[in-house]
Nanobody, 123 residues
Framework: QVQLVESGGGLVQAGGSLRLSCAAS????????MGWFRQAPGKEREFVAA???????YYADSVKGRFTISRDNAKKTVYLQMDSLKPEDTAVYYC?????????????????WGQGTQVTVSS
């Protein structure tokens, strides 16, 4: 089993920045794909960003150029630096992990999920 714990959420004004962290523990493997998803009230969960164990990166069009995902394999931690935040970025953000590098933007393919951290962007 793998446990994922997110941190770094909070309330920020539009245009501000926030950095999320996700630390993995338990019986993890070196080949994990780690991703970020978010879910706003009344909306479906959506893909935000993902990074493979080798450093290949994927972004949703809505966040590309504003968000940056990074990974520290030694620390088993993934980060999401969020800049130029907009009110529409408001959501619960979830960290996820899986072994396969197939369909990294599809949440249902991930094996492990964190508890989520709330990000609220005010206008």
């Amino acid at each position: 089993q793998v446990q994922l714990v997110e941190s770094g959420g909070g309330l920020v004004q539009a245009g501000g920045s926030l950095r999320l962290s996700c630390a993995a523990s338990g019986r993890t493997a070196s080949t994990y794909v780690m991703g970020w998803f978010r879910q706003a009230p009344g909306k479906e969960r959506e893909f935000v960003a993902a990074i493979t164990w080798g450093g290949r990166i994927y972004y949703a069009d809505s966040v590309k150029g504003r968000f940056t995902i990074s990974r520290d394999n030694a620390k088993k931690t993934v980060y999401l630096q969020m800049d130029s935040l907009k009110p529409e970025d408001t959501a619960v953000y979830y960290c996820a992990a899986k072994f396969s590098e197939t369909a990294v933007v599809v949440g249902s393919t991930y094996d492990y999920w964190g508890q989520g951290t709330q990000v609220t962007v005010s206008s």
